[in-house]
């Protein structure tokens, strides 16, 4: 392809984009999922103007760097330190159930121990970028609902590094094995100390940082710098790279030049994570999701009820009152962008065929895609269940009123769609 080609086809990667973006943005959605959609509207399913997804696999690659970097500069470890218990153990328990749940599933579907483990893992996690944003808008964000839930979100995200260790580990030959505890243990070990040594310390000073911060050219490199170095002296070490980039974002995170550093990187994260979530649009094919929609649908709808029942047990469990447990078990019912990327990590170590990722995908993709619309929905359900409401008409009367004749129909059709998916298929005439 001429270089005029590839500029023309990365012009309008990033314009359909933008597009997408600010639709979503319109629509009270995160820009994240604007992306998804773009991939979606440029892959195989849309117009097929980017067929090889392999040309951007390596800015993709990138962006799952960049995310976990970002991750890490933007922690706020202070904060965490108020509400740490219930946030661990809370992610404990949830990680905890849904590998259980899992582990109970495969022995009624036959999955491996290292596909349920995978599936575990996936489901745990919820979305940073989503549940922050849902917050944001219905005025929680600063409340002790929010501080609960980003609490626990950190927790969540201090744990994908230690999942993808277990999982490199899984994928290993002979499988897992307890010599491969070691690493894990280690790796484990020294996020704990390196986040409590962060965590109890005053703010660190970059070297050369009264050089470098505050020069439009330099900072930026001098902060991205130690994220690839790091990423690369991890994955020499036989870690993973995610693993380095997640520990430079929490050491430059705990520095005095926090703020101005992530001001000079976020155009270049928001570029590469835009083409990440673009890379996952491209996986999603509408093909398969209309021929398998039962099974989809109904799969979404189990693992957001599910999910959503899990943390609202668990956070009562851990002692939260009622009010407070339901919203924020409701805002963390849907799957996360980590999610994603160990899916692909499931894919690329053999632990699940192409299948199988591709349910996964679609099921990430659109448990993100209607978060919003479950909160809204949860929310309404909560104050009719409140009021004693409990027949279906009466139901759907009272979440929508203005809509219950529409949502009835759309209702019905579903239903047809799944009994007709269900409905075993007659052989052929000339069949013997």
């Known amino acids: 392809m001429s270089v005029h080609s590839e500029i023309t086809f990365i012009a309008l990667i990033v314009v359909v984009a933008l597009l997408c973006g600010m639709a979503m943005l319109r629509l009270k959605l995160p820009a994240l999922v ?5 991939g979606v509207v440029l892959g195989p399913s849309g117009f097929g103007l980017v067929e090889d997804r392999d040309r951007i696999n390596l800015l ?9 970097f970002l991750i890490g500069l933007e922690l706020s470890l202070k904060a965490f330190k108020k509400v740490w218990r219930i946030a661990l153990f809370g992610t404990l328990l949830q990680v905890g159930g849904a590998i259980v749940v899992m582990l109970l599933l495969s022995l009624v579907f036959g999955w491996s121990v290292e596909i349920a483990m995978l599936l575990g893992f996936v489901i745990a996690l919820s979305s940073t970028a989503v549940v922050i944003k849902m917050l944001a808008d219905i005025g929680e964000l600063d409340s002790e609902v929010g501080r609960v839930t980003i609490a626990i979100l950190i927790a969540q995200d201090l744990a994908v590094v230690p999942m993808m260790l277990i999982l490199n580990g899984m994928a290993s030959e002979g499988g897992f094995e307890a010599s491969d505890l070691l690493p894990i243990a280690f790796a484990v070990g020294f996020l704990v100390l390196f986040v409590r ?10 070297p050369f940082g009264r050089w470098i911060v505050g020069d439009h050219d330099l900072t930026p490199l001098a902060a991205l710098a130690p994220c690839f170095a790091a990423a690369a002296i991890s994955g020499l070490l036989g870690l993973s790279a995610a693993y380095g980039a997640f520990l430079a974002g929490l ?23 835009m083409v990440f979530f673009l890379s996952i649009g491209l996986l999603i094919d509408l093909a398969y999701i209309w021929s398998n929609l039962g099974a989809v649908l109904v799969l979404l709808l189990v693992v957001t009820l599910g999910k959503t029942a899990m943390n609202v047990g668990v956070l009562r469990l851990l002692g939260e009152p009622w009010p407070r447990a339901f919203l924020t078990g409701v805002v963390l019912g849907q799957i996360g962008e980590f999610s994603f990327v160990l899916a692909a990590l499931g894919l690329g170590n053999g632990l699940i065929e192409q299948d199988g990722h591709r349910l996964v995908v679609t099921v990430i993709a659109l448990s993100l895609i209607t978060s919003p619309l479950w909160i809204d929905v949860a929310r309404r359900l909560h104050d009719l269940a409140a009021r004693g409401i409990s027949k279906r008409d009466e139901l759907i009367e009272g979440l929508y009123p203005e809509k219950a004749s529409a949502l009835r129909e759309a209702a019905a059709a579903v239903l ?4 007709e998916f269900r409905k075993p298929k007659e052989p052929p005439d000339d069949a013997p």
């Open 251 to 273: 050491f430059i995170g705990a520095s005095s030049d926090r703020q101005a550093i992530i001001e000079a990187t976020r155009p270049i994260q928001s570029v590469l994570l």
């Open 34 to 38: 604007g992306y998804i959609l773009a």
């Open 197 to 206: 040594f962060l965590g109890r310390r005053d703010p660190v000073r970059l």
């Open 60 to 68: 993709a690659e990138l962006g799952v760097l960049m995310l976990l």
């Open 416 to 419: 047809r769609r799944y009994r």
